[in-house]
């Protein structure tokens, strides 16, 4: 997931493509990795993410949403905190934030029946699905990425890097606590679900140096010090 990142970051795509090619798969590989950033929502939940009054409370540093899966339960409320990387793919593929306005309306484009936006979306699964697919076999890649793929990494990446469990299952709204969201926001504060979701893309090596670090002794230290001076 770092190196699909930084392959958007970069727009590192093959030089033989065309334009439109490109610039399309620029926008699905932006939608891919929001639903992965995104606490591993599905493309349904992002077509139907705006900019609600919690995203202006929060200082535009967080959304909250209903998934659209299980929105008949009671207990469904989703926070995703919009870490740095997320960011930098909103600032490229999200519409303005205007109060009460959808994040991604290219997803539901002019459909506006309940029938027509499922058939808009289920589309666009299709061309994220083709276009990713296409873009990690010119990288040499074995795996077949689809949008379910993103729920699964972000569950299993959070678990890998440390993050406690219930954080994992609150953020994909896996819980049944009727009082989940005064719960969530008491247990894991804004700054510490910033923390947490940044552990989804390795992408700040002086942190794996410091805890490299920890591990020497005083005299590997003091060694380690005399060779960069003598260098």
Known sequence: MTELYNCFLEKRYPEEWDVDWKENTHYSLGLFLVQYLGNGFNLADAAHLTYNDHYFQSGKKSFQFVRQKTEDRSDNEVVIPI??????????IAAPPIKGSLVFPGIYGDAMTPIDRRKRVAMENQNIKKRVRRLVKSMGWEVQPSCTWCR???????????VPHNYISESMGHSVDTNITNRYIDAFPLAQQMEFNSRLLKLNDDADIMEEFKGLTP???????????KS
């Not at 699964?152 to 440390?162: E, K, Q, R, Y």
């Not at 005299?219 to 001076?229: D, F, G, T």
């Open 83 to 92: 870490i740095p990387p997320l960011q930098t793919i909103l600032d490229q």
């Open 152 to 162: 699964h990494s972000f569950a299993t990446n959070l678990t890998h890097a440390g």
């Open 219 to 229: 005299e590997q230290l003091k060694a380690l010090i005399a060779m960069v001076k």
